[in-house]
Every structure is written in C-alpha cells, then in structure tokens.
C-alpha cells in the first residue's frame, strides 16, 4: 500500500499551483487516481481551488458516489474526472479549467496547434467536444456519466479535449504532468492568438510533438517548475 | 422585517469583488434595494468600490433623494439604480461598471454575443444606449432622473445595457447574480474579442442561453465563486 | 506665499500613483510649476517615481538649471517640463510617460481619437511629435532646451501630445488633473485598440469632449479617483 | 584579481529582476563571464530565477563542465551561454528567456523591429535561429556544444538572437545591459504586435538604432532603471 498523504498533500498544491497561475479560478478542478485502488480518485469538495485544503479533499468511486457515505456538497462536474479514469488505465491524474486564451480556440474553427517547444505535451491538435453533437441544449455542464464518458472518449490517448464554449480538459500519467500541461496549454493559445496576426505561422513538428510527449513526466527537469510553482502559490513548506 | 445588516455586509463585500475583479476601478458602484421598502435603495455615498465601508452606505428614494436627509456626498449617477428599480420590480441589485473589456462592443457595431456557458446569464444580445439619441452632446455621465429612466427602459426584462463610450448597466434578483453577471460579461468579451479574430464563430444558443438565465440564483454551486471572490478580496471575515 | 509643503506631497503621491496605475516604470517623471514663483517648478532627482520620496524633489528654474546649485544628479529630460512651462502660462503640472498602451499611436498613421467618456479631458485628436523632423537622428530624448521648446510648442493650448517612438507629454491646470489625463490616455488607447478590430466607430463627439475638457479641475468627484489610487499606492497616509 | 563577491550579488539581484519583469519564468537563466578567468563563466544550479540565492551559483568551463566537480544539477541549456562567451569575446553576460510576447516573431515571418527608443539597443533586426535547419527534429532544448555553437554564430556582433518556437539569448557587456535589453525586448514586441494592426508603421532609423546601441553601457541614467527594478523585485537590501 502506497502512503496515500504525500500524494494529497501534493493534490492539495496542485490546486493551488492551477489557481495562482490563473488555470483556474472560481471554477475547475483537479483530482488524483487512488494508486492503492486504480477504482477510485480523489478530488476536493465544492470549493474554489486557491482555498482548497487537505480537509476538503474527498474519495469518490468512478461513477462519482462518494466514499463512505461523505456527505459534502461535491463539484457538479466530478464526471469528467471518474469517466476519463474509467476509459484511460494509464491516466492518473485530470484538470478541468476554464481558462480564457484557450476559450477562443474552442467556440471557432481555428485550431490550437502547438507552437511552443514547452506545450509539445499538449499533442498535435486538440479536437472540440461539443456537448450539444449529442445532448442538445443544456447549460454546458457535464453532469453525469453519459456526458463524462462521451467527452473521456475524446481523450482516449490524449493529453488534452477542449469543450465548446467551456474550457479543456486535461490528463497526465502524474499529476505533476497534468499540471504542466495544464499551465502551458493557455500560454501556447495567448502566443498561438498573437501569432495568427502575422503569416508564415511555423507550428511544431509531428516529431517535435512526438519527442516532447515521450519525455519522462518525472524527468529532474521538471521539478523545477514544480518548486517554482509551488512557491510562487505560497506552497513552499509543502514541498518534500 | 428583514435584518438589514447581513444584507448591507453583503452590499460591502460585493463592491469590494467588483474591484478586486476589476469590474469597477475608481468609478462605477453597486446598490441593493430595500427589502423591507421596495421603493429605496442601499449604495454608498461617493466613494471608490474598494474603499467601501459599511458606514458608508446610504438610503436614497427611488429619485435619488438621501434619506433622512443624509448630507453626504452622493454618486452623481446613482439615477441609473432608482431608474432601475421603479421601471423593473423584480430587480433588487443594480451594478454601473466601466469595464474596459467591455467598452469596445459600446462604440462599435459589434454585439456583444454570449459565447461561454458562465455568460449565458447576461442574456441573448444587450443592445447598446446612447445617451446622445436624446441628451444630445453630454458628459455622458447619468445625472437625473430623465436620463436614467431612459436608461432603464432598456434594462425591462433584461440583465445588461451597453451605454455608449461608458460602460454597463446590469441587473439582478439578488446581489449575488448582479456580481456574477458583471464579472462574467467582460470575461466573455475578451475571449469574443479574440475569437473575432478567427473564423467560424460559435455562440451559445438560445436556448443554452436560456437554461443559463432559468438558473436559480441561489444554486449552492453559485456560492463557490463568492466565497472566492469575496475571500481574494480579503472579505474572509465578512461571509456567513 | 503658499505653503509649498501640501504641493510637494501631493507631487510625492502623484509619482506614485502614476508608477501604480503602470503610467510610468523605471521611466517617466512628474513635475509641479511653483505656485510662488512661476518661473520654477519642482521635479525629482533622477529616480524612478515609484520610489520617489519628498527628499528627492528638486526645484528648477524654467531652462533646467537646478536652484541654489543642488547638484544632484537630475533627469535628462528635465526640459519638458521647463519649455511647457514657458509656453503655456495656465500649465501648472506636467507629465512624461512611456505608456506601453500609447507607443503604438507614435509609430504609425493611427490617429488616438478619444473614445470613452472619461478620457474626454485629453481632447480631440492629439498631434503626434517627431523628434527627427527638426532634428535628425537623436537617442530620441529632449535633452535640451531647443528640442524642449520644440516639443512644447505642440502642446500649446493641448492637454496630450505624442512622441513618436517615445510616449507622450501631458499638462494640466493643476497636479490632480494632469494624474487624470495621464492615467485615462493609456485606458482609452487600449479600447480604441481593441474597438478598431471591429467596425462602426464611435468617437466622442466634438461636444462632448469639449464639456469634459471644460469641466472643472477642482470638481469634487475627481477627488474620489484622488484619495483611490494614492490608497492603492500606499499613501493613504499622505491623503488630507 | 576582481573582487568576484559583488558581481555574483549582482548576478543573483538580475535573476530577480529578469523573473519579476516576467522577462523568464519556470525556466531561462542569466550568466556572467569570470572577469579573472575569461574560460569560465557564473551561473545558477538548476533553478527558477526567481529563487535563486547567491548559494546557487556554480561556476563553469566554457564547454559546459562544471568547475571542482561541483555535482549539484545544472541547466541543460548551460551551452548556450559557454558557447555564447566562446565566440564572442566582448560579451560578458548572457541571458536565455522564453517571454510570451518575444515567441510569435520566432514562429511567423513577420520581423522583430525595434520601434520605441529604449529598445533601440536590441539592433535592427534580430535573425531567428532555427534548431530544425541543423539538427532536425529535437526537443528544441540546446543540449550540447555544437547547438550551442550553432546559436552562437547567430549571436556575433549582435545583442539579440530569436530562438523558434523557444525564445531568445541576448548578450550584454555587462549585466546591467543584458538586464535591460531582455526587459526592453518583450516590450518592444508587444508595442509592435499593436502597431501592426495599424497601417504606416514607422520603426526606428538605423541612425537612431546604432545611437542607442552605442550608449555607455555605464551610463548613470541606466542605474535609476537597475535600482528600481531590483527594488522592486525584493533586492533593494542588494544594492550597493
């Protein structure tokens, strides 16, 4: 059995990393899958994740019960999290984010290609989901399984879906990656937008892509943005 | 009768996230009307947002006459709130703002099209009011009844005006949805700004507008931006 | 004789108000005519102005010569000031800024029209100074008095005139308006920006920017945005 | 023999300044060549700028081996700066950044001009150095001696070389210049992105450009910029 604390204390500054870098804000979330039941993940309770603590962080099953009969008031959107775990054994850890560079790129036809060596992660070009293609009206949330499972079919072998007139969804094999791809893919749409004013746009190569996509999520490299992050949302005392 | 106190700490805590958003800068304000007598209204005497102290609210009549004779320095606009409320009885929170985000869709022919879910609440396509189609050369400033009766017209059954080379009026059934709105209406502006610039745009629909507006404004989940908006703006003491 | 002492504060404040709102950064200065003796004004040594003390201000006679042989090292485009001052007989204050909004409308045929309604002080269409014109290839700093009187001369009767590759040059009748224009010509800069993305233009009228130039300087409502920016520049103390 | 001590100090305060001006983040670096063994230069562990403290300095051979065996993890792309000072013997301080608003003018055809006077020490058109032409598909990371190498070449007799899809090196013959060129440059391209939605851009002359390039790179008007951006970067307690 894995020592689940450092793992939620790690939760814990994820969120706090995605707020102070404006991922998220009011809304969005982040969860962690469960390393000693790959059945289960977790994700704090409805609250806003810059105030996000140990003590508000819940268990769920994939279906997005809560464990042991916790009765908090949980985020409404938890299926994007349980679904995209149930179809994608080898993701342990999503973001949903709201964030504004990217939400241009998902209300037009103009794709988010990658375009800076950093947000190679992102992979070549996200696809939209719409959740009207297949529920019609609604108010855009995903509020159970079968709209989780229609936008986690998106994000089968991929790091990143964004969600029409909504935001994006995100998946790392650690929640370290997660975080960064999650921190790059907006700084990828603000220089991509600017960019587009011009001509002769350059994306990144498939191979370039490719090369980033394979680096090891736990490459030393990183941990360098990790306690810079960290740090910079005031989680200094929380690193290792 | 209602206790007017919690109600005045909310009326506090809402000027100060409308300046920690940067909704409202050295101008603009927010008002709650009177729920123990329908026809007055609470705002502050003529102060900055973030300034705002509970001793410096006022109680004005619908015309915008202190009460009791109160001889403070009062907003020389507050006629766009007492306008507001004796033309739409099921208004109890009015916001002015000069957003910046914002401004450009008042001094060109480009609606400002709701085109991310947490918009939707601002309605289909708020129109634009020029002070000048029947003030004629002004300051622009909302300065008497006339004016901000005129005004008002245009909020009937709506959430948001435009008002040209100034800023925007918004409405709410509780201070809650008036914050909300006036945070979310220039965040929807700058992601349309950039999406203009790109093809295919995708607004919301109507009828996703509509299930956005039909919210209950006092959904729990509308608490989470709140305490998060009201706790960055270093309001933690003043929530329930 | 006034006492000078009030004026020198409000000069203090006025530095940083303008470093807070992003007007001025390592660069840019603020200077305030001797309401004693007309022919001198008072101005920083060469420091940045948010760190601009009451120790630091320095008195200047109109061609920059420093008085009483004060031999600190003073800023080498001290002569804006001085050359405005001759000139223009009711410009008690004048500011020089580099502000990143205002640098696009120096370097190419785009005029800076005025298009929001607190911003109208700024007039109807500032003139765009170059430095080349009269004098060729320079560092494009006035670093003397011809070049000075050069500048000024565009300024006569003119609250804003731009410099092309450099920023602008703004007077005022008395230290708190000059703030104003200053802090409002960068805002109405980025909203023009944005707003001839689209079409359908609207500018201020004739009318209407010549009511808000004709407002007075002393109007009780410009000390709101006074006694707000200098809080948030952490002079409260330094406030009446 | 140099007295080492005040220029690491200075060493450390530029990679705050570089990390509080948003100049570098998570990533990019600052070095200084040895002023008493010209084969060597200074330069952080691997660590964000923003946190780096004078205990972080190792020292380096030009190819990249750190010195005494220093074993703490280095930056990968430490080639960068070794192969810069290999080549160009004048330069004795380099800075690597990624800034957001420099990577559109590496990844379009669209030039990098120098356009606002404080930026006139960038040189008149930055080269872009393509990875790819050499080295094919990569990380984009520069890695070894022969990418640094490569780079490099770009960078003779220039302050500025434009990395695809990456960022920038800059050069300086002091910190204090490579300092102010690296904060000078994103801003030039930011006011340059907006001059170019508009029509008859008017960038620097070449005279004005080498006017400024040829400023003492000790001038005393550069202190005020140095004094206040390490001011407020935290560093005033760093001064001299």
């Not at 000693?36 to 962080?57: A, K, T």
């Not at 950093?118 to 989901?129: C, D, E, I, Q």
């Not at 986690?152 to 029409?164: K, Q």
């Not at 790059?184 to 011009?198: E, G, Y």
Request: proline share 7%; charged share 25%; with cysteine.
């Amino acid at each position: 059995m894995v020592d689940i604390e450092p793992l939620l204390r790690d939760l814990v500054v994820a969120n706090r990393i995605l707020a102070n870098e404006n991922v998220v804000d009011a809304y969005g979330h982040v969860s962690v899958r469960n390393p000693n039941n790959p059945d289960r993940y977790y994700l704090s309770c409805s609250r806003s994740p810059e105030l996000v603590q140990r003590s508000d962080i819940m268990e769920f099953e994939l279906d997005g019960t809560p464990v042991d009969g916790d009765s908090r008031n949980p985020y409404l959107e938890r299926f994007i999290h349980g679904a995209t775990y149930e179809l994608n054994p080898d993701v342990n850890a999503v973001v949903h984010s709201h964030a504004e560079e990217v939400l241009p790129f998902t209300i037009t036809s103009q794709p988010l290609l990658p375009v800076i060596h950093s947000a190679g992660l992102m992979g070549p070009k996200p696809p939209v989901w719409d959740i009207a293609d297949r529920f019609g009206d609604t108010t855009l949330l995903v509020v159970n399984m079968d709209q989780g499972r229609d936008l986690a079919e998106a994000l089968v072998s991929r790091r990143i879906v964004l969600m029409r007139g909504h935001g994006f969804a995100a998946t790392g094999r650690n929640l370290s990656e997660v975080v960064r791809v999650s921190v790059m893919l907006p700084r990828n749409a603000k220089i991509l937008t600017t960019a587009l004013q011009f001509g002769g746009l350059k994306p990144l190569s498939e191979g370039e892509v490719a090369l980033r996509q394979d680096m090891d999520p736990d490459h030393k490299a990183f941990y360098r943005a990790w306690e810079y992050w960290a740090t910079r949302a005031g989680c200094a005392d929380m690193l290792d």
